[in-house]
């Protein structure tokens, strides 16, 4: 029950409660603030029950083990919830007569008074890092016995009331807005809801079988490796005006390639396997090196190409790697529809053809774009070629290596038809990579 108006402090027994400040009348509009905020606290609790099974660990899984999963993550059990929304359905709200003070609960486990400070009144109204529904959750949480932080003594278990809270405020919460009636991140129509795509619903997926993460892995390095080894890749430049004569084509350095290789040895992989069926992978921003895969990315191809598996690795390897999708400024990424989901085509012959064609054309050609059209900044004075390479984003760093390296002949008889090659994981000798830096070696040579 909550009480704005029968709060007379010589009703309670203050010394058996211990707290500084006294309880006093809240306005009409403060006491309507604390009924919605109850009200959304309880709605919030009982939807994370019903989406248990994306949000919540059963009550059998021992808490330390599910650390395993994400360490960083407060992991939530079924029972800590029901036990969460039991208990905020007894509570009494009280106002903090003291101006200044701040929300805060009765330290006794046993008490159903929540004492609301000024600060209560000027948090967010909708779950929100900093909001009223997670700020009441904090005080159940506290209630329950756990304590605010770890160095409080009275707490239970590993998690603190802090935890608790951060587990809906953060980790439950939805990435997307709220518009038109909907959630944008997962469609969502209850307003006060927490989110199955969210980054508690992430840290609960299964890792990857350790032999299919391992044969991927390998077979990405052995990608990355053999670039190296047939030297498509580059150093610093030191003649960057000498690229502005060339078609625009996807410069990958020596130190980026090391950096791949790095990410990937340290990267996990987690199985999204629920319904929807639309992700091929993703990243999630809270977590530095998991990539998640969904059913789509076992239906791509098993060789390097546009559209396989280990393409996708690499772009995602990419993305933890902080590169973005698109470039800073009024720079557009021109590779952006050359992404994991390959929208649109275009034919690797018709792409070397044109690129020779304009290699050999002393007239050049504006840069050659990985699609079949133009690039909103060719023209552009703003624009400038040589200050575009090296600032990739993930999208060009996965095309240079889908498109512009790999084979474009078939497997066949234990090698490739295109150079003979005989490593099934591999880049290409005759590859248009190969044409585009023979290019820039000759231009480079020449440019005075």
Known sequence: MISGQNTDTTDMDLDDMSFNGQSVNMTEDEDTMAVEAHVRALVLLEDALKKKEWLLLDREIEYEKSQELNPNCPFLHQQLVLDLSHKLQEVQLLKNGDSAAETRVYPYPDSVNILLGQSFWESEEYLDEGSRPGALILAASQILGYSENILDTYGAGTLTASDICAAFETWMNHNGVYRNGIYTCCGEALRDSVCEESSMSHSLLPYMNESDETDLKKATLDILCDCQKKCL???????????????????????????????????????????????IAYTDPRTTNIIYVGNLFWKQKDYLSRGSRLGTIILYVAQLLKHPHIFDGDTKDITSETTVEHQGSISPRSLKETLNKNIHNHNRDPPLPLKNCTPSNIGDSHFSKSETYGKHTADTICAAFEIWMSHKGSYENGSYTCCMETAPYSVCNNSVMRSCLSELQSCLKDFV
């Open 233 to 279: 890749l580059v150093n610093l430049i030191e003649k960057p005006q000498a690229l502005l004569t060339l078609p625009w084509f996807p410069i990958i350095t020596t130190s980026l390639v090391q950096e791949l290789i790095d990410k990937l040895k340290q990267v996990k992989f987690k199985c999204d396997t629920r319904a929807d069926g639309m992700k």
